[in-house]
């Protein structure tokens, strides 16, 4: 059993950064990959970010690439998302979230383990 714990969100202007993370308990996490999702107010869930178990392999959405990068460190249990150049269409909670296997995938419905979500505000 894995328990996620989102954090680092909070209040910056366009073009700023932030960097969040997802800490997780359980000693099978560095086995698992990891992605970052959002939703935004009256918006579907949407992928971000990915990373495998060992960090080697990692995909992004369009919307986000060349300004968030995905990294993990498996002796802390962390996963990380950079985000840089943060745009106020970035506005959202972002969820980390786990998956009992070393393969990324793209959709919330193959990831079984979700963090509670921490709010990024982008103001314009």
């Known amino acids: 059993q894995v328990q996620l714990v989102d954090s680092g969100g909070g209040l910056v202007q366009a073009g700023g950064s932030l960097r969040l993370s997802c800490a997780a308990s359980g000693r099978t996490f560095s086995t698992y990959a990891v992605a970052w999702f959002r939703q935004a107010p009256g918006k579907e869930r949407e992928f971000v970010a990915t990373?495998?178990?060992?960090?080697?392999?990692?995909y992004y959405a369009n919307s986000v690439k060349g300004r968030f990068t995905i990294s993990r460190d498996n002796a802390k249990n962390t996963v990380f998302l950079q985000m840089n150049s943060l745009k106020p269409e970035d506005t959202a909670v972002y969820y980390c979230?786990?998956?009992?296997?070393?393969?990324?995938?793209?959709?919330?419905?193959?990831?079984?383990?979700w963090g509670q979500g921490t709010q990024v505000t982008v103001s314009s």
């Open positions: 979230a786990a998956r009992s296997s070393r393969l990324t995938r793209y959709s919330a419905r193959d990831y079984g383990y």
């Open positions: 990373i495998n178990w060992n960090g080697d392999t990692t």
